[in-house]
């Protein structure tokens, strides 16, 4: 299993920035695949999820209403449109993927399969 994320960088308070993540030898026909976040010092925070068989997303309070996941399973991908970003939202976002396609057993997973992280900054 490989997961690579890209497009993070640099924004200022309320603009916003959309992430990908390619996903390459997941091994189920189901799963729940998404977005965590960490910062220095803290634990990794669930940020949005989707399942691959219904499409069902989840997301974190912080988050809700602001982000958006969505998915492109021809190519394997799954975004993340981060919109109207605030200065709590920089932290090295993550993906992961978990076997059980189904969003609270994502976010409570301690997953085994992560991306290497992208950098999310915001300037105010």
């Known amino acids: 299993v490989r997961l690579v994320e890209s497009g993070g960088g640099l924004v200022q308070t309320g603009e916003s920035l959309r992430i990908s993540c390619v996903a390459s030898g997941l091994p189920w026909s189901d799963y729940a695949i998404g977005w965590f976040r960490q910062v220095p010092g803290m634990g990794r925070e669930g940020v949005a999820c989707?399942?691959?068989?219904?499409?069902?997303?989840e997301y974190a309070a912080s988050v809700e209403g602001r982000f958006t996941i969505a998915s492109d399973w021809a190519k394997d991908t799954v975004y993340l449109e981060m919109s109207s970003l605030r200065p709590g939202d920089p932290a090295v976002y993550y993906c992961?993927?978990?076997?059980?396609?189904?969003?609270?057993?994502?976010?409570?997973?301690?997953?085994?399969?992560w991306g290497q992280g992208t950098q999310v900054t915001v300037s105010s």
């Open positions: 992961g993927v978990d076997q059980a396609p189904f969003c609270p057993d994502f976010f409570r997973s301690d997953l085994n399969y």
């Open positions: 989707i399942t691959s068989n219904y499409g069902r997303t």
